[in-house]
Structure formats: structure tokens, C-alpha cells
């Protein structure tokens, strides 16, 4: 398989930003799978690594689907979503993995998001503790708001409201977040908790997509801006994925 010319419908592939021996960090693109889901044909970061590491195969542990098919999680140590781009940590040997997959476990790690909200974020900065859950209506979707089913899991997210402002006469925010936890769409479900859900948001924000301009964008207006992290080699590192231009463009839009 070849995916240096983005197959699979995707314009454009993972850009290092990193690599030694023990690790690879990319660029994730808008649009990739970090690994198979059993459901989506679309280009995985997984298939993409093994290209460009074949040592990497095998390395982690196995994913299993829904359904009980096994799937391929070579490399992966943490994920972000299809509609999220920006920046991942993979690693190219076990030894790596079990490392990096501990500080993740520990909390250790930093992580750095921009996001576009639709509406005002009142308050500049704060933190929403808020435990996630299932939701009641839709078994795709996790929930923080009251009616969530099933073991409610601790999740804590700083947050700092970087610019707020107008578009065609509709009010969106632009915001730095920071997760403290690691839960599924954790940043996506702590936003429509405050009725703030992330531009383009198809899962959480369906309500305001329909009857929004969208800030003309036609994707998720999220992005994992930085990650700070120890790596094998003994070092700590700092990684930013730049935010991409069409991110950039919408939050001008808005800027007061």
C-alpha cells in the first residue's frame, strides 16, 4: 500500500516533526484514522508508520473492534479522532511504548488544543470538572450533563478563551484547552456541556451546525497544538503542530 499521495480520499499525509531510534511524532492530518476502527475506509497513521517504519510493526498492544475484530494498533500509544489533526507521539520499539504508554497512564504528559466554539465564552480562563459517561441518546456519543449512563469517569480540562468575536453576525469563541485527563472526545463533550461545542462538531454539535455559517469551515475546528512529553532517550521535549491555516483564517474572522 502506498499512501505518500494521501490515498484513500485524504489530501495530504503525516508530517514528522520528530524521530529517533525510539519514536516518530507527526502532524496528524484532518481527515486520518490513527488506526482502523473496523467501520471507516479511510488512511490510517498505523498503515502510514509501518511504510515509514517497518521495525514498528507489532509493536503496543492489540485493538479489538466493537464487533470483536482485531485491529492493527502498531506504534500507538495515544490517539486523536478522524476529525482532529496535529500532534502524535508514535513509538518504533516496545520498550519505547511501554514508557511513553506509562505517562500517559500517570498524567505526565502535556497536551495543548485550539479550538473554535460556537457561541461567547464568558469567562477568559477556567476549568470544567465535569465526569463523563455515556450518553443516554446515542450509544457513539459520551456525555458530562446530567442523564450520562453507565461509570462516570473523573475529567478535568483548563481552559483560556484566547479571542471571542462576530462572523456574518453570529458570535464563536477561540480557545486554548488543556486537558488534565485522557477520556474519549474528552475536549468535544466538556464543550457541548457548556452548550459551547466545537465548530463543525457532527457528533456534539449538530444543533447549532444545521443553523450556523460555520466560520465557512468544512471541518472540525479542532487541533492538538502541543505536546510536551519525556522521551526514551532521557529527554523532555516539547512538540507544536502548527495550527493549520484554514483554523488560523476562521479565528481572524472573529478577531475584535
Not at 511524532?25 to 475506509?41: E, F, Q, R
Not at 453570529?170 to 484547552?177: N, Q, R
Request: aromatic letters at 6%; glycine letters at 8%; charged letters at 25%.
Amino acid at each position: 500500500m502506498n499512501l505518500e499521495n494521501g490515498e484513500k480520499g485524504s489530501n495530504s499525509v503525516p508530517t514528522v516533526l520528530y524521530e529517533d531510534a525510539d519514536v516518530v511524532v507527526i502532524d496528524k492530518p484532518y481527515g486520518w484514522l490513527t488506526h482502523a476502527d473496523g467501520y471507516n475506509d479511510a488512511p490510517t497513521v498505523v498503515e502510514w508508520l509501518c511504510e515509514h517504519a517497518p521495525e514498528a510493526r507489532g509493536v503496543g498492544e492489540p485493538g479489538y473492534s466493537p464487533k470483536g475484530v482485531a485491529l492493527d494498533r502498531s506504534g500507538i500509544v495515544h490517539r486523536l479522532d478522524r476529525e482532529t489533526s496535529g500532534v502524535l507521539i508514535l513509538a518504533k520499539n516496545q520498550a519505547a511504548h511501554q514508557m511513553l504508554k506509562q505517562q500517559f497512564k500517570e498524567h505526565g504528559v502535556y497536551k495543548e488544543y485550539r479550538a473554535l466554539t460556537y457561541g461567547r465564552l464568558n469567562d477568559r480562563w477556567g476549568t470544567i470538572n465535569r465526569s463523563i459517561g455515556r450518553s443516554a441518546k446515542d450509544h457513539r456519543r459520551r456525555s458530562a450533563e446530567r442523564g450520562a449512563k453507565g461509570v462516570l469517569r473523573e475529567a478535568i480540562t483548563d481552559f483560556e478563551r484566547i479571542g471571542v468575536g462576530e462572523y456574518k453576525g453570529e458570535p464563536f469563541s477561540y480557545v486554548k484547552l488543556i486537558p488534565k485527563t485522557g477520556r474519549t472526545h474528552q475536549l468535544r463533550v466538556h464543550l457541548r456541556a457548556l452548550d459551547r461545542p466545537i465548530v463543525g462538531d457532527m457528533l456534539y454539535g449538530m444543533h447549532k451546525q444545521e443553523k450556523s455559517n460555520n466560520l465557512d469551515l468544512n471541518r472540525l475546528a479542532l487541533h492538538a497544538h502541543i505536546l510536551t512529553i519525556a522521551l526514551p532517550n532521557g529527554k523532555t521535549e516539547r512538540f507544536i503542530a502548527p495550527v493549520p491555516p484554514q483554523i488560523e483564517a476562521a479565528a481572524e474572522r472573529i478577531a475584535e
